[in-house]
C-alpha cells in the first residue's frame, strides 16, 4: 500500500511540474512610423533564463531594432540606447534578433532610425 501512495504521489509530482516550464511567448505588433518616430514595447519579467527571438519586417527602407534589458520609463526613447542594456540590435528591412535572456530581466524591444513612412511588423517567440 506504501507503494501505491508513494507512486501516486510521484505521478501527481510530475504532472504538476509538465506545466512549470517558462510560457509560450508569441508577441505580434505593428508600428506605423513616420521618420524620426521611435516606437517600442516592454516585456514583463520571465521566470526562466530563456533564448528569445525577434522578427523584423519593414514595408519602406531600413529601420534600426533593439532588444533591450532592464529599461525604466523612456530609457532608449530620446537617445540612442546606452551599450550597457543593448543585449542586441540590427539595422535593415527585415531581420531576426536572437538572444539569451536571463531569469527576472526585462525587456523592451524598441524601433527607431526610419527615414520614411513605414510600417514595422515584430514578432517575439521563445
Given at each position: 500500500?506504501?507503494?501505491s501512495i508513494a507512486g501516486?504521489?510521484?505521478a501527481l509530482i510530475g504532472w504538476f511540474c509538465l506545466g512549470c516550464g517558462p510560457a509560450k511567448?508569441?508577441?505580434n505588433h505593428t508600428f506605423t512610423m513616420e521618420a524620426g518616430d521611435v516606437k517600442?514595447?516592454?516585456l514583463d519579467p520571465i521566470s526562466k533564463s530563456q533564448t528569445i527571438t525577434v522578427d523584423f519586417s519593414s514595408s519602406h527602407g531600413d529601420?534600426?531594432?533593439y532588444v533591450l534589458k532592464d529599461c525604466q520609463g523612456d530609457d532608449g526613447v530620446h537617445e540612442i540606447p546606452p551599450k550597457e542594456k543593448i543585449l542586441t540590435s540590427k539595422n535593415g528591412k527585415s531581420g531576426t534578433l536572437v538572444v539569451d535572456?536571463?531569469?527576472?530581466?526585462?525587456?523592451?524591444?524598441?524601433v527607431r532610425?526610419?527615414?520614411q513612412k513605414t510600417e514595422v511588423k515584430?514578432?517575439?517567440t521563445n
Open positions: 500500500m506504501r507503494w501516486s504521489l510521484v511567448l508569441r508577441e517600442y514595447f516592454d529601420a534600426y531594432v535572456v536571463a531569469a527576472q530581466t526585462p525587456l523592451r524591444v524598441l532610425g526610419v527615414s515584430l514578432t517575439m
